[in-house]
């Protein structure tokens, strides 16, 4: 989530093409913002379309990472001090329906069940190309 390199990669990777992201913005105490956009890929989802949001980070209280929220999602990642180069990673996922529909249950599911499948193959990546650049296996 730096901007970086590697997040480019790993974003083109799970279906966010031309993904692109501005730098981080200090907005107040510990406290940054960025913008970020890409379109889907037709095999992420069949209806294509963009998406273009807000993250925000902040340090996480009494822990030694960041929490990183966006629309649907809040990120927590935080290092874990008994095992070096190790961290933890939460994500939660939320829908909000501002209108019920007739398929409210299915669509919920299947996004759930994408989102889910797309971040667990995101940070596989991630952590692939991170231990392949400390030399482990």
């Known amino acids: 989530f ?3 390199q590697l997040e480019h990669k790993v974003m083109q990777k799970t279906g966010c093409l031309d993904y692109s992201s501005t730098e981080w913005e200090l907005v107040g ?3 940054y913002k960025r913008q970020i956009s890409y379109k889907f890929d037709k095999a992420l989802s069949r209806y294509g379309g963009e998406a273009s949001t807000t993250q925000q980070k ?13 629309l ?23 829908i ?7 398929q409210q ?26 231990t392949s650049r400390n030399g482990g296996s």
Do not use: H
């Open 2 to 4: 730096s901007g970086g």
């Open 105 to 130: 249950k299915k669509v919920t599911k299947n996004i759930m069940s994408n989102t889910s499948n797309r971040l667990k193959e995101l940070f596989s990546l991630v952590e692939k190309d991170l």
């Open 29 to 31: 105490r510990n406290i």
């Open 72 to 94: 649907q999602l809040k990120y927590y990642m935080a290092n874990i001090p008994s095992k070096p180069n190790t961290c933890n990673v939460q994500v939660l996922l939320g």
């Open 58 to 70: 902040y340090t996480l209280v009494n822990q030694d990472g960041w929490a990183i929220e966006e």
């Open 96 to 102: 909000a329906w501002l209108k019920s529909t007739k």
